[in-house]
């Protein structure tokens, strides 16, 4: 990997996914007096959900790779249900997967040399 892809993918993970989030931060429902404001997001760690259903957080990219799965991190969007102008309690939601790119800023693993064939 080239140091401007990485470059290219932090600038993605840091500015252009919360542009693109909160381009639109207010849901407009169909129901009357009722909206939902986005307020935050997050980036998990490294997971992958298993055929039983549980989740594994002890995920590398080499395991991905051998196992033919995406290495990725969950998002997750805080949203804000008002009714009335009234907030409700905020609630958290997984919306989705972003792949993550070894060596970006997302990535939970050092990049020292001791560690680079864990990437591979």
């Given amino acids: 990997m080239t140091k401007h892809h ?55 990219p080499m395991e991905c790779r051998h196992r033919d799965i995406t290495y990725a991190v969950p998002l997750y969007v805080t949203f804000v249900p008002y009714e009335n102008n009234i907030p409700e309690n905020p609630v958290e939601v997984l919306v989705g997967e972003i792949p993550l790119m070894i060596k970006s800023i997302k990535d939970p693993l050092p990049s020292d040399t001791g560690r680079v064939g864990k990437h591979r």
């Fill in 6 to 60: 990485i470059e290219s993918y932090n600038t993605f993970i840091t500015k252009i996914l919360k542009d693109i989030i909160f381009e639109e931060p207010v849901i407009e429902t169909s129901i009357p007096g009722y909206k939902v404001v986005i307020r935050n997001f997050r980036l998990g760690d490294p997971q992958v959900r298993e055929i039983d259903g549980s989740i594994n957080k002890n995920i590398t």
